[in-house]
């Protein structure tokens, strides 16, 4: 029997007897060995896991209290449903640290980085060594090193962008591969950001937290602030002109473009993309389903990039800090607080000197 089928059996009998006040099923031997040792929440009660305080001692406690204690704004409240529908304001509230100035008329040359060493608590301004010493006590340690080797791996020289689509699903299996591969940055262009997102809102798996997911109206938009931070545009398109993308050079910054599930990318993106590119076909379908074909795109890229380059994650030391920051600051929903408390700690220290 699956361990999968021994926890749901005993969970539902746990509850069935809690509802009809009757005395609790006997179980198995084996089947309560195992639930004994699965995590509580398992069994329907509502707790995250084992207690803490079982193999902690008193003093690690109080370090580890943010983590034991499950915020509700953690629990994917930032469904790719609400971040493409709550406009450009919704999306950049999820972007902590202060954003650099868009270039402007191509002046950007290099590769892109989006963020300012700075964060605003009132009237403090933070660097991200200053918000990284204040969140550190409140993160587990096996929290932090899966952050930091996250951004070890991340990226901006290669993002992505999904234009037109209606299935909110195949959004949400492109963010979830971006993330998967260390691409930070991914863009979506979308006239109608009004359609519903039901049955697919958990496939990311919460990957849209730790993704900078920038919205807009048109492809001109999309493609003019791109070109000005240094990006070739590449779209995916079968046409005649399309170059294998086993033949491109991937180490450059570029922008992956992927259009609608049916009618594939607009003619004015087609026309204001710098090239076009195809995945060879072997079979008798010609087009891959389009997050698999996001999901082709990025991990060519990645690898190519490695080969040529010798990794993909390519952050400086600075702009590592500066991201490791950002990901303390949307670890939870009460992080910001925390920040803010240790701000005016800082000023009250600064006052008395």
């Known amino acids: 029997m699956r361990t999968s089928t021994l926890i749901a059996r005993s969970s539902s009998s746990f509850r069935y007897a809690i509802r009809s006040k009757r005395p609790f099923p006997s179980l198995s031997p084996s089947v309560l060995a195992f639930t004994a040792s699965a995590p509580l929440r398992s069994l329907g009660l509502g707790l995250r896991g084992p207690n803490p305080s079982f193999s902690k001692p008193f003093s690690s406690q109080c370090s580890s209290a943010a983590e034991a204690a499950e915020d509700p704004a953690d629990s994917s409240d930032d469904t790719v449903e609400e971040l493409l529908t709550g406009g450009e304001d919704r999306n950049h509230q999820l972007m902590k640290m202060e954003r650099r100035s868009?270039?402007?008329?191509?002046?950007?040359?290099?590769?892109?980085?989006?963020?300012?060493?700075?964060?605003?608590?009132?009237?403090a301004a933070l660097g991200s060594r200053e918000v990284i010493a204040a969140l550190d006590p409140y993160i587990l340690d096996a929290r932090k090193e899966r952050i930091r080797r996250a951004v070890e791996n991340r990226s901006y020289s290669v993002c992505l962008v999904v234009e037109g689509l209606t299935d909110f699903g195949n959004v949400s299996a492109a963010f979830r591969s971006a993330d998967a591969l260390g691409i930070q940055s991914v863009h979506v262009i979308s006239k109608d950001s009004r359609k519903r997102y039901r049955d697919n809102r958990h496939v990311s798996m919460g990957a849209e937290k730790w993704l900078d997911i920038e919205l807009w109206n048109s492809p001109t938009d999309c493609f003019t602030a791109l070109k000005n931070r240094g990006y070739r545009i590449v779209a995916t398109h079968l046409g005649t002109h399309a170059v294998s993308i086993y033949e491109m050079d991937w180490s450059l910054p570029v922008a992956i473009v992927v259009g609608n599930e049916h009618m594939g990318i607009t003619e004015e993106a087609l026309q204001l993309s710098d090239m076009h590119c195809s995945i060879p076909m072997k079979g008798m379908v010609d087009s891959f389903n389009v997050s698999v074909a996001a999901g082709i795109l990025m991990h060519h890229a990645v690898c190519d990039r490695i080969s040529r380059l010798g990794c993909h994650g390519d952050l400086t030391s600075g702009e590592s800090q500066i991201l490791q920051a950002e990901f303390y600051l949307r670890h939870r929903g009460t992080t910001i607080g925390i920040v803010h408390e240790y701000a005016k700690r800082m000023e009250g220290l600064l006052g008395k000197q």
């Open 102 to 123: 868009e270039p402007e008329g191509g002046s950007h040359r290099g590769r892109w980085f989006p963020y300012r060493d700075l964060f605003k608590s009132g009237n």
